[in-house]
């Protein structure tokens, strides 16, 4: 799974701060923070006034501290965005941090999107839809953006599709809709596409010491899914071993073993009543129980874990 740290996010008042002041040794400490990444995603908005400028500024930190990482090029601002191109070397190894179906944004930023031969996220809205509620809808509006890919000549494998999750605080049916939408588009399209999601949306909301626990559950149910990529917090170690764990099938530990054996059971179809795990253990039934509600099965609370 290709992981994307979210690490540098322009709504971070010490980011802005440590942009107005040019702090770049703040900034070096951030890139370094996610060594265990494949790309960084530089979220700075839209990029306006003040902070016109700060995407080249980054990228070329990323590239002096980092020189191998890829940039998620992350901005409402599409000149900000070129700008941000053109001071990278190497633009294949991008991604553009996205396009919706709006016909005005999706056309911008998917002729750039073939002019650089780089990634692109395809967000399942519009203005007209918003959101859909239901796997069908967002599919619905993936097919149409495929199909604009397609007469345009983007390499499909470059196009990664994101259900987007909404907070399971705001609306728990949703992250099973997410993982829904994410095994339907593997499996719709041919050729194939890929698929990421933006993990720490999920537990948006919810509290600090229960956020680490839902993210990586969503994380297991996602892979088994058939996810291609995450936008996650690099911080989050665990998580990162989690997924190499995954990948790799080397469990280390009868948590581990849970793990995997929830993957396989949404890969499956199959239902968490049939898996067998510890009783006696409480981090494995707080996983169970990070399950049923992600599935949608009991309704979510701050204290679920307490019950």
């Given amino acids: 799974m290709i992981l994307i740290g979210e690490n540098i996010h322009i709504i971070s008042t010490s980011v802005k701060e440590a942009y107005l002041n040019k702090n770049e040794k703040f900034f070096k400490n951030l890139i370094s923070l996610q060594d265990n990444m494949e790309y960084v995603d530089l979220n700075v908005g839209p990029?306006?006034?003040?902070?016109?400028?700060?995407?080249?500024?980054?990228?070329?930190?990323?590239q002096k501290y980092s020189p191998q990482k890829g940039i998620s090029f992350d901005t409402t601002n599409f000149e900000e965005m070129v700008n941000g191109f053109e001071t990278f070397k190497n633009s294949s190894n991008t991604f553009i941090n996205s396009t919706s179906s709006d016909e005005e944004k999706f056309e911008k930023?998917?002729?750039l999107a073939l002019k650089k031969n780089c990634n692109i996220i395809a967000l399942t809205l519009s203005k007209e839809t918003g959101i859909p509620k239901t796997s069908d809808g967002r599919l619905e509006l993936a097919f149409s953006m495929y199909e604009r890919f397609l007469e345009k000549g983007v390499?499909?494998?470059?196009?990664?599709?994101?259900?987007?999750?909404?907070?399971?605080?705001?609306?728990q049916s949703q992250a099973s809709e997410a993982l829904n939408t994410i095994k339907m588009i593997k499996e719709s399209f041919d050729p194939p596409v890929k698929t990421v999601i933006g993990l720490s949306n999920v537990s948006n909301g919810c509290p600090s010491n229960l956020r680490g626990l839902i993210n990586r559950v969503f994380a297991v149910l996602a892979y088994g899914a058939g996810l291609d990529c995450a936008i996650v917090d690099a911080k989050d170690l665990e998580l990162v071993?989690?997924?190499?764990?995954l990948e790799e099938k080397l469990p280390q530990s009868e948590t581990d073993n849970l793990y995997m054996k929830l993957a396989q059971m949404i890969e499956?179809?199959?239902?968490?009543?049939?898996?067998?795990?510890?009783?006696?253990s409480k981090e494995e039934m707080n996983i169970m129980k990070t399950v049923s509600i992600l599935l949608d099965n009991e309704v979510y609370s701050n204290c679920f874990t307490q019950t």
Wanted: with cysteine.
């Fill in 109 to 111: 930023l998917s002729n």
């Fill in 268 to 280: 499956n179809f199959e239902n968490p009543e049939d898996i067998e795990y510890n009783k006696d």
């Fill in 47 to 62: 990029a306006k006034g003040d902070f016109s400028g700060i995407l080249p500024w980054l990228t070329n930190l990323v």
């Fill in 155 to 171: 390499d499909t494998n470059k196009i990664f599709f994101d259900p987007l999750i909404l907070p399971i605080c705001a609306d």
């Fill in 241 to 245: 071993r989690i997924i190499k764990m």
